[in-house]
């Protein structure tokens, strides 16, 4: 059967060094990309290091008991938040440059402030946290249903010639941790699928592109781009018969997160993130005084100093009142 588009995994891969104006530019063309290389050995190893205990826990080859359900294969494993589970979680991904300005290119909403005063201000909404887990498909996991993650928000895809950032709600990064292949269970892409409309008949498994990724490299999606995770039909006990994606996604910043950060981090656990990281995972207002608490920064619930949270019209306005938008990372944040 022929494909709905003429493209293949090579026409989605990039050098995670590339510049980032190329990686933004593939992803809008594409809707997904597989970035090489982005994450070092060292990396991989430290953060499958910090995640073992909490899979080993789940059993020795999938937990049933866990998900009972359709959407999840009962031989996946599934560990969430993982900014209270490894630092190198933390710095490596939910801090990675690269994936923030993926991001920040399409997530960012910069508008001015709708009041009668002619004196109008530029107020800009910066993405957040969205989701973080580990998932572990052992063998014998059936192929999810190509889907949406969009479809949480429940604002269809109007489709259109080319792609427009402000349709996006969020992105997904999926790196591979151990060998991803098409006979383990590697993530089903239909590139371009990202501007098709909902109004069409969805596409089909005869459309997908099956990933192979090496530990290391990374999956990145817009979550309009319809997807799937794939089976994994290897025996157990055979080489590479386990595929292990760490996910960090992020949304616009005034919409609910998927996996929700004040509930599933700790106090305690959120306090001994980087400022950055405290900030990403939820502890901001979104510009226009969206998520203050009592009236202020959320920041002050963590026992940062007053001086230096951002107070009365900063939790409004951008200091930066200029037309144009400056790029954004949160490895820069600051108190």
């Given at each position: ?13 990039i050098d995670a060094k590339a ?202 999606i817009l979550c309009s781009v ?58 901001e207002v979104s510009l226009p ?47």
């Amino acid at each position: 059967m022929t494909r709905c588009h003429p493209y293949t995994l090579e026409d989605i891969c990039i050098d995670a060094k590339a510049p980032q104006e190329e990686i933004n530019a593939l992803i809008g063309k594409m809707g997904a990309i597989v970035l090489k290389g982005l994450l070092s050995k060292e990396e991989v190893d430290q953060m499958l290091s910090d995640f073992q205990p909490h899979l080993d826990a789940l059993g020795p080859s999938g937990n049933r008991e866990q998900w009972d359900g359709s959407f999840f294969p009962p031989t996946s494993k599934k560990v969430p938040g993982l900014l209270g589970k490894s630092d190198a979680y933390v710095h490596s991904m939910a801090l990675n440059p690269v994936l923030n300005g993926i991001a920040d290119h399409a997530l960012t909403r910069r508008t001015k402030t709708t009041m009668s005063n002619p004196e109008r201000y530029w107020s800009t909404c910066r993405p957040q946290l969205n989701v973080t887990g580990v998932l572990e498909v052992n063998p014998g996991g059936k192929a999810q249903d190509l889907h949406r993650d969009d479809a949480i928000y429940h604002d269809p895809i109007r489709g259109s010639d080319v792609w427009d950032p402000k349709q996006e709600k969020s992105i997904l990064a999926l790196a591979a941790l151990t060998p991803v292949t098409p006979e383990n269970g590697g993530t089903l892409i239909v590139p371009g699928s990202h501007i098709r409309s909902d109004d069409l008949p969805p596409p089909t498994y005869e459309d997908a592109i099956s990933v192979r990724a090496d530990p290391g490299d990374c999956v990145v999606i817009l979550c309009s781009v319809y997807h799937a995770g794939g089976a994994n039909k290897l025996e157990v006990g055979a080489p590479n018969s386990i595929r292990t994606l760490a996910l960090c996604g992020w949304s616009c910043g005034y919409l609910k997160q998927e996996e929700n950060q004040y509930l599933q981090l700790t106090k305690e656990e959120v306090m001994r993130l980087p400022v950055a990281a405290q900030r990403l995972a939820g502890w901001e207002v979104s510009l226009p005084y969206l998520g203050y608490v009592n009236w202020e920064h959320p920041l002050l619930t963590l026992g940062h100093p007053r001086s230096k949270v951002p107070q009365l019209d900063d939790l409004f306005y951008d200091k930066d009142q200029s037309d144009e938008r400056k790029p954004y990372l949160p490895s820069v944040i600051s108190c």
